[in-house]
């Protein structure tokens, strides 16, 4: 190749009457790659005044322990909480320790999809809080049918609702929600101010816009992030997931600036908390290219695990690791700057 990017070699085979695939994805000096997305003029003041917005609206927090998924060392808890509109709530399932105590909080996010959660109840009797949320505003303890039916119905494509206006596309909501499950998590009297995101694919690019967005975030897991230059595609490379711009009837002035406002690489732009990324070469959800022009453009310390034979998944290693790295950095953490709980506590 004569510039920066990756090759892909593709072989299939029929065999005895079954069909096979191989995969093998080759970079060249990925470290180089920057994102075709450029930052808009008023990214930050936009985002500014949706968060600002979304405060308005006072948290009306509610809980439901959930007597089935306590462990000896954990309650687990059925939770929702406002976000950004009458009406517009945030659910998700909440692991405190029982232990007496304060703990650093994982604020985990979802991948793409409509779905049901249980939340981290092993891991959250390590010593950890962990908040994991849906992020379509309905509960997330609900029969799969329901979800199933959401998925192929009304919610079916809803990464694309409303893309001709920054001011009412999908993801607005989902953006702020994860604020918002930030304020919900500095309500909690066992929280002690130190909070990481954590997330894979759509989680992974919510865990980076987090983190970008709100600077009471001390730390971020990314696995295999989504959502990245997806703008790529109008300039003759891979896009990322969801791949809208993939069909030229969507490359319209309209989309292609909205899409600024809501694409991982300008919230990568923002951060500057210590992070740990995975993924690997082979993936075709979402491009290496895309991941590393986001990954490239992160001006903070930052640790790359780079498993080149993997697709749209993660090996178990890769999964250990993410995980290690997360607890191990919230145990040594200090909380983040933006943390006004800890700031007063630290006064007296």
């Known amino acids: 190749m004569k510039k920066e990017g990756f090759l892909r070699c593709r072989a299939f085979v029929s065999y005895q009457g079954h069909d096979y695939e191989g995969v093998a994805t080759v970079g060249f000096s990925p470290e180089k790659l920057r994102p075709t997305t450029s930052l808009p003029a008023d990214f930050l003041s936009f985002w500014e005044s949706n968060k600002d917005a979304a405060e308005k609206w006072a948290l009306e927090p509610m809980m439901t322990l959930l007597p089935d998924k306590c462990t000896a060392d954990v309650n687990v808890y059925h939770v929702s909480f406002q976000n950004n509109d009458y009406a517009s709530r945030v659910y998700g399932i909440l692991c405190v320790p029982k232990a007496s105590g304060e703990y650093p909080a994982i604020l985990k996010v979802p991948g793409a999809g409509i779905r049901a959660y249980n939340g981290e109840a092993d891991r959250a009797g390590k010593g950890f809080i962990i908040l994991e949320i849906g992020i379509h505003g309905i509960p997330v303890n609900l029969p799969g049918e329901v979800y199933h039916h959401l998925y192929n119905g009304a919610l079916k494509n809803y990464h694309s609702f409303n893309m001709e206006n920054r001011d009412t596309y999908y993801y607005k909501r989902v953006y702020t929600g994860c604020v918002r499950a930030i304020d919900f998590i500095h309500t909690l009297p066992a929280f002690n101010g130190k909070l990481a995101t954590f997330g894979g694919s759509q989680g992974g690019a919510l865990s980076i816009i987090t983190a970008g967005l709100d600077n009471r975030v001390n730390g971020l897991v990314a696995m295999y992030p989504a959502l990245c230059d997806m703008g790529g595609y109008t300039h003759g490379r891979a ?110």
Request: glycine residues 4%; hydrophobic residues 35%; charged residues 20%.
């Open 239 to 348: 896009g990322g997931w969801p791949h809208m711009f993939r069909d030229e009837k969507n490359r319209i002035p309209e989309k292609i600036k909205t899409a600024q406002y809501y694409d991982v690489v300008n919230f990568a732009r923002q951060v500057s908390v210590p992070g740990f990324y995975t993924f690997g070469y082979n993936d075709m959800v979402c491009p290496p290219t895309t991941m590393y022009s986001a990954y490239n453009v992160i001006d903070a310390p930052k640790e790359l695990y780079v498993a080149e034979n993997t697709a749209h998944y993660a090996y178990a290693e890769q999964s250990s690791a993410a995980w290690d790295w997360i607890m191990n950095f919230l145990r040594n953490a200090s909380p983040a700057k933006g943390d006004t709980k800890a700031e007063e506590m630290n006064l007296h």
